[in-house]
């Protein structure tokens, strides 16, 4: 059974920083392309960041780009999304999911919440 956990969501202050991780239990996890996603109040699920196979590629929403940063550890099973100068539309709930491609999603999450105070 393959499963996707999310940590490091919190509080934190506009200009502030969060590391959130996802830990995957998918025996292949090198073979998966590795997305960050986030859904706010009211708003449809987006695709905040994503990364290839082996790290060497990654895609980022212009709301990301510039503050964000993807990056996976295929040792581990991990992929990381690292937050900073956040704001206040940043809060939202963020979702990691794998798929064979960027468009193309076989597994997701439960989310983990953040939420940015000004």
């Known amino acids: 059974q393959v499963q996707l956990v999310e940590s490091g969501g919190g509080l934190v202050q506009a200009g502030g920083s969060l590391r959130l991780s996802c830990a995957a239990s998918i025996r292949t996890f090198s073979s998966y392309t590795m997305h960050w996603f986030r859904q706010a109040p009211g708003k449809e699920r987006e695709l905040v960041a994503a990364?290839?196979?082996?790290?060497?590629?990654?895609y980022y929403a212009d709301s990301a780009k510039g503050r964000f940063t993807i990056s996976r550890d295929n040792a581990k099973n991990t992929v990381y999304l690292q937050m900073n100068s956040l704001k206040p539309e940043d809060t939202a709930v963020y979702y990691c999911a794998a798929g064979p491609n960027r468009v193309k999603i076989d597994y997701w999450g439960q989310g983990t919440q953040v939420t940015v105070y000004s």
């Open positions: 990364i290839s196979l082996s790290g060497g590629s990654t």
